[in-house]
């Protein structure tokens, strides 16, 4: 198991040789970079400021001072200038792969290897390599040519670092698809920063320097827009500036001038089920870059989140998660315990963290709030002391990682006539249609009740999604049953890529099985609402808890024989009894 993979235990204890593994690491490190190669990367804010171009012109100087350097690699993208300065030099052959009928080029790290030149020039360092090549992506074959002990020389524009990707996404409009781990841009022993004008690089792209002349205007007017380069090349400037002051810290720490850890460390909280974790690391992983500290990811994993009890797909999402923290330069920590606020404080105060990161938190109950229960986030803010709480909002989650939405032409209905949170224009009727209204003559198991009305709702688009939203009901019930001793059930769930709210109305003439004894259960509503806008999940909630206080309708509901009577009774009832018009929605 990796050492920044620890201990067990509620508690977070202190580790009396913590200072003499640190050492010994440091120790290590030094030893390893002494064998390695040295990677030097040329950065830059986009395609046409030179990077490549440098590249070459630094081959040739090595290559004039007598120093044994080859092209691995080099993209000149028809650029006569590029292809021109690649002459002279030594190039070994590409590795040919076949793929879908095409012919592809790679890097041929084995052919390089055993060249063993003393420099090596390989072109763009967050290329992803043709599927069946030795390494996913080019830069894991630069590390196994660094490894061997070979000097790399490559480039790299700014915008394919991991922890940049939402800070692109927002400002440039751009989903940037080949991205590389910050750790890599950590690692190198020198980083160049290829600058030039946004004006300058338009005056480029104009002479036909950057791309073809059937590509200029359309480049012009999208990726390459003023305002979009002024923000890449502002990143570019502070990510160089941030990597100066991390060699810096790195040498004074290896020299041993400065070993006192920082008082401001970064921790991010993270869970199973949590909502866009990765937004949560990158934003992490930038602050902790802003504050030239170390960070940490931390998972508490407590006893309804054991790999027993949660599905594979939360197991596979936690996962990736995981190993996404320790790509972005995060030292990794899990836990078992079952007081999450405890374990988190505890870990601050012996890892001397000021910023704690946690996203959006989960919906608290109005019934468990009137008995006094607490969000994760309050009893943090009531319980810390000097710590800097960041909470961001991960509800929204990306396209690549949300589940399918339901897609059915009825939930496409629904989603065009959804009601606004807040909105005094929605009605248990709307919610509800006759195909999601079922009645069982005879008393019913629990699980076949809630198993009937998820099925009922309209299936989406892709196998096992009913499956999925069943087990989403099925783990709110275990937090706390919603099958009251009260005749009615509000069994709920909040799903992710739901376009609307919507409801399934189960009455029972004999009751539910295996249920607390006392009042039959009579009535269940099934409420499903869409994960995004928690505050949807509570107006419903109170909608049909309104319906089911009113003695009239239930009793026209258990006499009804039919869904279509049902739905009538409920339509005839809130045009007798309008609802009040809704106040804020409060989350």
Known sequence: MDEDIPRQGTKCEVDPGNMTKDRASTFLRMIQKSRRGRLKIYL????????????????????????AVVVGLVETHGRAETAKLVEGLEIIPRLQQEYRGHILEETDVEAILARKPEVVLIDELAHTNVPGSPNPKRYQDVQDLLAAGIH?????????????????????????????????????????NVDLTPEDLHARLREGKIYPPERIETSLSNFFKISNLEKLRELTLRELASQIDLKMRESSEETGKDTTPGPDQVMVCLSSQGPNSEKLLRYASRLAGRLNRNWYAVYVQTPSEGPEIIDARAQRLLTGTLTLAKQLGAMVFTYKGEDVIDTILGFAREYRVGHIVLGYPGEVPYWKRVLGKKSTIEQLIAKSMGITMVLLDTRSREPQSATAALASSEAKRLASTAPRVGSSNMRLSGLLTTHRIIIWDQPESKDLVLKVLVEAVPKS??????????????????????????????????????????????????????????????????????????????????????????????????????PQEVLEAIRIWETLHPAPAAGPAHG
């Open 152 to 192: 790399v020389i490559t480039t790299l524009n700014v915008q394919h670092l991991e922890s940049l990707y939402d800070i692109v996404e927002k400002t440039v409009q751009v989903q940037v698809r080949e991205r590389l781990p910050d750790s890599v841009l950590a690692e190198a022993d020198e980083v160049v």
């Open 44 to 67: 830059g804010y986009g395609a046409g400021v030179g990077k490549t171009y440098q590249m070459l012109q630094e081959g040739h100087r090595l290559k004039d001072a007598g120093v």
């Open 461 to 562: 688009i892709g196998a096992g999604d009913a499956e999925e939203i069943l087990k989403a009901v099925l783990q709110r019930e275990e937090l706390g049953s919603t099958f009251f001793d009260e005749g009615v059930a509000f069994p709920h769930a909040r799903i992710e890529g739901l376009p609307a709210p919507t409801v399934a109305l189960g009455l029972t003439r004999q009751g539910v099985l295996d249920v607390v004894p006392g009042k039959l259960i009579e009535a269940v509503f099934l409420i499903l609402s869409p994960a995004e806008t928690p505050a949807l999940q509570i107006q419903v909630l109170a909608l049909v808890s309104r319906a089911a206080k009113n003695k009239q309708l239930m009793e026209r509901l258990a006499a009804a024989g039919s």
